[in-house]
């Protein structure tokens, strides 16, 4: 897929790090996340020397909240300096304060569990270490993306959505199936959806938006070309526009009014379609729940109705195997 490759660099961090995107939302909560979930997240607007000081953290984080931040730079190939200012770019102050902070995140991780599953996929890896790891990288995917969620923007966007004439959901990839999978549960209660991947229908669909519509783009990366140009569109034309990405300083959030962020990490196999699926729809669920408890009565109607207008098409047997009574009158 088309990528666009304008992410911030080490000229623009200080300015990026003060100020949200343009409009009535904000980026989420960078400096209530994780230590490591921020530094992925912010891994590609980093300078390069920075990336490599990245890398040592992400790499043995506890290790490095035991070494002086002259080990670090050795350890990275850099200078002292280029690590005091890796640490101001992922928004913990300086050196001290990120020591502290891999501390802790160490001590809660530790705390969550007692395997360290969190490894690679390796070519000597059996299928039981394969279904180890990948189950760990999506519950951690999960449970990291709620930690760092931003509620209050979160709330925003449900009270948007419930109020909506239209919403418009894009996605291409992996992130066209979770696209679809929002458009259908919000159809599903009622509210007037569609979701679009086709690059040509995303923007003659984004055209026809206007004031009191909402357009959704769906990017792990936040920098494919068909989501970014699509959601930009729809904001041109009036709608308001949310971004949901895993990189709170790529592209996609220029042309969004309020972000939403996951935080999956990468794997062996491009995490695009692994676990950065499940925490997106981790977030989509939240969506969708927040929306239909606006309209409880209605939605609880509309999911009764639509249940019942495919019950037809389930063979009728029970869980357990059994076949189900056949019912009668009707």
Not at 168 to 177: H, I, K, L, P
Not at 181 to 205: A, C, E, N, P, Y
Not at 216 to 224: D, E, F, K, R
Not at 235 to 250: C, D, Y
């Amino acid at each position: 897929m088309p990528t666009v490759s304008n992410f911030p660099t080490e000229s623009d961090v200080d300015s990026v790090t003060t100020q949200a995107p343009s409009g009535i939302g904000s980026v989420a909560r960078e400096s209530e996340a994780s230590p490591l979930v921020r530094i992925r997240s912010l891994l590609p607007g980093l300078a390069r020397a920075e990336q490599r000081v990245a890398k040592v953290v992400l790499d043995d984080p506890s290790a490095v909240a035991r070494r002086s931040i002259t080990e670090v730079a050795l350890a990275a190939n850099t200078s002292e300096t280029t690590v005091t200012r890796f640490c101001k770019a992922v928004g913990v102050g300086g050196y001290p304060q990120l020591r502290i902070a891999l501390a802790a995140d160490t001590a809660r991780s530790e705390a969550r569990s007692t395997r360290n599953l969190g490894g690679e996929i390796g070519i000597d890896d059996d299928l039981a270490a394969v279904v180890g790891k990948v189950s760990f990288a999506d519950a951690r995917a999960v449970e990291e993306t709620a930690d760092q969620l931003d509620v209050a923007t979160l709330q925003r966007i449900i009270d948007l959505l419930a109020e909506a004439g239209r919403i418009d959901v894009y996605g291409v990839g992996a992130s066209a199936f979770v696209a679809a999978d929002l458009q259908q549960k919000l159809h599903r209660i009622g509210r007037v959806s569609f979701s679009w991947s086709d690059t040509h229908i995303m923007l003659t669909s984004a055209a026809v938006l206007g004031t009191g519509d909402v357009a959704i783009g769906i990017s792990h990366t936040g920098a494919t070309t068909d989501t970014v140009e699509a959601l930009r569109v729809a904001r041109e034309h009036g709608a308001t526009t949310v971004a949901l990405t895993n990189f709170p300083r790529s592209p996609i959030t220029e042309v969004a009014d309020l972000v939403l962020t996951t935080a999956a990490r990468e794997t062996t196999f491009r995490s695009g379609a692994t676990a950065s699926r499940i925490a997106q729809l981790t977030v989509i669920d939240c969506l969708f729940i927040g929306v239909a408890q606006r309209h409880m009565d209605s939605a609880s109607a509309a999911l009764e109705a639509t249940r019942d207008a495919v019950g037809g098409h389930r063979l009728g047997v029970r869980p357990d195997g059994r076949r189900r009574p056949r019912e009668t009158g009707k």
